[in-house]
């Protein structure tokens, strides 16, 4: 029997994007479904960070749509983006080092904190217990990613991996239904990427969204349920990871062809 088919989450339809004379994306189309680990693929200068930069607002498509849960993202403010209920970790990682780890995760939540008018200056009641809830609700998140007792540790002192992890608790707590990861496991050892594998298959089962970038084959292929391969702008495949795979299109834009 099929499992039953989950709502999409995000919707990228017919979407093109130029800078002047140079098409970077042409016609992309695909779908991210609820409750879903998703994978962007392609060889580098494909356009994946595009379409990145134009799912956060930081770009306007110059063609096509780009719905998320039903309604329009295009002509959104990044943070608008964001209040709608979409996150992003970024290539380089970035995070506040000289901050602790809690303080960190607690930026992430500006945007949620309700501390009622002027209450912030006169440190009312609501405002302590605002803080409190908001303090508790950061060490949860960094209990889900394994850093709940590195709370009070300068994010300075973190290890590369740990770093990653800390930027996945700060997506999370703007409350995102969609978290965007891009290239998570750059720069990590095996040990650490299979840490972080399990990790994203956690915040999945938590019912977040993940849709990541990764140039990383064996972490993709493993974590993903579909994927979707861009090459000069454009899908040339879109799957499940033996799907993928097994395409001779992919095959042929990672390897080049047989008689090159
Ligand atoms: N603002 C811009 N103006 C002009 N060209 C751009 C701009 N942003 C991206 N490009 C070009 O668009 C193409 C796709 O870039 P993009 O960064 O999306 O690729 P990518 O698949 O993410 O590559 P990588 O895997 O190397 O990160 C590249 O040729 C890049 O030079």
Redesign the pocket.
């Known amino acids: 029997m099929n499992a039953p088919q989950q709502p999409n989450l995000l919707s990228i339809r017919n979407v093109g994007k130029h800078?002047g004379g140079?098409h970077?994306l042409q016609d992309v189309s695909f779908e991210v479904p609820a409750g879903s680990i998703y994978g962007l693929i392609?060889p580098?200068?494909?356009?994946?960070?595009?379409v990145f930069n134009l799912i956060t607002g930081l770009l306007t498509p110059s063609a096509g749509q780009i719905d998320f849960q039903g309604q329009t993202l295009i002509g959104l403010e990044p943070h608008r983006i964001t209040h709608q209920g979409i996150a992003r970790t970024f290539q380089n990682i970035r995070i506040f080092k000289e901050m602790d780890l809690l303080e960190n995760v607690m930026v992430g939540m500006h945007d949620h904190l309700n501390y009622g008018g002027f209450g912030i200056f006169l440190n009312s009641p609501a405002c302590r217990a605002a803080e409190k809830k908001a303090r508790e609700r950061a060490l949860e998140l960094l209990s889900w990613v394994g850093l709940d007792h590195k709370a009070d540790m300068l994010a300075d002192n973190l290890s590369y991996g740990d770093q990653r992890k800390l930027e996945f608790a700060r997506a999370l707590a703007t409350e995102p239904k969609l978290l965007l990861l891009d290239e998570p496991v750059a720069g990590m050892n095996p040990s650490e990427k299979t840490i972080l594998m399990e990790e994203i298959n956690n915040i999945r089962n938590r019912g977040y969204g993940v849709f990541m970038?990764e140039?990383d084959m064996r972490f993709v292929m493993g974590l993903c349920d579909r994927i979707a391969v861009?090459n000069f702008g454009r899908i040339i495949a879109e799957g499940t990871p033996d799907e993928v795979r097994n395409n001779p299109d992919v095959i042929e834009a990672y390897l080049g062809k047989e008689d090159e």
């Open positions: 800078f140079l970077v392609g580098n200068g494909a356009g994946k960070t595009t970038i140039h861009l």
